[in-house]
Structures are given as structure tokens and as C-alpha cells.
């Protein structure tokens, strides 16, 4: 019998990758997502059902209705800027709904999850490649809200016997055009799909800061194809299956690039030429975030396979453009 995995936010970028796999490796996937960010999703092989995934009357529903094996959680505000701007709303939705969705497991007795957390959990990082054990400081309010439900699930673990996963993202990137996936936000606010939008339509491209302590004096980020992040999923299912102990893992590549690096890269596979327009640093950027995901491969046997820099981009331009016919269709 094919276990059912509930995933919310799974019509969204990651959540959408993750959806796939998992329902490619025989599992039956349920996905609630409220389709905030105007995203179209064609999912033959999920059960979606549209609203919030701290609905309790909708949670109430899919767990009375459905075996639910374990959840991932995915459903989250992820902007950093906006979380500045807007804090009471992150906490809201990255925390308080969170005890909410947990609460409503606990009274189903599903007791296995797998949280989508962040890199942004560290802050300025005191050492490069950062591991697990790195302390956490985070200098964004969504930084804080997901390092606080990691606190979350570690004291539900302690007190109710829930199995947990945390799996760190560095920088999601990439697209799955063939099979019609990839990053469909309104607005836009990754800076792959912006470098990408600027050589499509031939303006500038907005760099925000260049005077960070790099080579370059650009940011230096660890750029993850979101095929390798789906997979580390298969693997943390897997491991909670398997009846091992809760754990967290930092999800990359361990190699970082800086953002004047990608758009070289950028122009040279595509044949073009950019001109970068330099705006002032936004609030909680650091100026390097790279991984070390020697624990990943260790205890998961995970490793990023599909994150070479030039198929993100090829990935994430090709499923642009199948959206841009889309549209004019």
C-alpha cells in the first residue's frame, strides 16, 4: 500500500518539485496551498485541494479522510525583504499557523514531518562552509520565524513524541520545463528568474550592493537546483521510515558563486551582453552563504547531482520562455 504524504504549499516552486518526485516513487500526494502567488499547476498525479494549510476545519477533512502517512511543510512567506517591511505577517504565517498545523497532526496521530527550513537561520555566517552546528543568529524576521519553528518542532519532538526532519535550502534554483515546473511568482523576487527576465527583454539587471567583503565585492550565494532539493526529501522520508532519530541537514553544494560571477556566467551561455545597475544593500543579506552538506551525504546519502550553474540557468530560461508562449497563446 503506497503511503499518503501531505505536502503543503505543494503547488509552489519547491513544494511543486517535491509533489512530483515523491508521486514518480509510487507515493499518494495531497497538496493544500492557498495559490497566493497566482501559480498554475496541472497535477494529474496529486490530489490538490485549494485554501490554507492552518484550515481547521480543511485539516480536519484531509486527516479524517485520508491516512496521512507524513507531512512536509513547505508553505511559507519566503521573501527577506518583505518580512522587514512586514514582520507581523511572517509571524503569522511562519509560525503561529505552523503550532497550528502541528496541532491539528498531533490530534490525528501523525507524528512525522519534514520542515522546509533556511539557510537564513545563521545570519552573517562566522565561517565558510557553514555545517549544522553553526550557531544561529539570524538578521531577518523570516530568518527568525524559521529558526523558531525548528525550536518548535524540537520541543513537539521532546514533549510528544514527533519525528522531524529540517532541511536547510541555501539558494533554490532551476526548472523542470518538461514537465511544466518551475518558479512562478507574482512578484518575481529570486535572482535567477530577474538576471534571466533582463536578458529576455533586453534592460538591466539590478544589482544590490557591491561592496560586500567578497572578491567582488558582490554577494556569494549557493545556488541549488530544485531537483536535488525534491531529492533530499525522498532521502529524509526515507530516513524517518527507517525509524531514525529526528535531525537537521543543510541543503547546497558547497561551492558558492557571487552574483557578478552568475551574470558572467549568464552572458557567456547566452551569447549576450548585461548592464548592471547598482543599488544599495537590502536589509539581511550576508555577504556569503555556502553550505557544507557533508552531513547530508553521510546520514542521508544525499548529494546535489543537477546543480551545475549552467543547467539552473538553461533550466530556468527554457521554462520562462515555455511560460511566455503560454501566455500569448
Known sequence: MHKTILITGGAGYVGSHISFLLAQHGYKIIIIDNFHQQQHLAAPWATVIKGDFANQDMLQTIFTNHQIDTVIHCAAFIEVGASMKEPRFYYENNLLKTGMLLNSMLNHSVRKIIFSSSCAIFGIPQEIPIAEDHPQNPISVYGRTKAMAESMLSDFGQAYDLKFVNLRYFNAAGAQPEHHLGEQHKPETHIIPLLLQAIHQQRP?????????????????????????????????????????????????????????????????????????????????????????????????????????????????????????????
Open 205 to 329: 539587471f539590478t544589482l544590490f550592493g557591491n561592496d560586500y567583503e567578497t572578491p567582488d565585492g558582490s554577494p556569494i550565494r549557493d545556488f541549488l537546483h530544485v531537483i536535488d532539493i525534491a531529492h533530499a526529501h525522498l532521502l529524509a522520508l526515507q530516513h524517518l521510515d527507517q525509524h531514525k532519530p529526528s535531525d537537521s541537514f543543510n541543503i547546497g553544494t558547497g561551492k558558492g558563486i557571487s552574483i557578478k560571477q552568475l551574470v558572467k556566467t549568464a552572458e557567456q551561455l547566452f551569447g549576450t551582453s548585461i548592464r548592471i545597475i547598482i543599488e544599495k544593500r537590502r536589509p539581511g543579506d550576508p555577504a556569503q552563504l555556502v553550505a557544507d552538506p557533508s552531513k547530508a551525504e553521510q546520514v542521508l546519502g544525499w548529494r546535489a547531482r543537477h546543480s551545475h550553474i549552467e543547467y539552473i540557468l538553461q533550466s530556468a530560461y527554457a521554462f520562462m520562455m515555455q511560460k511566455e508562449k503560454q501566455i500569448v497563446l
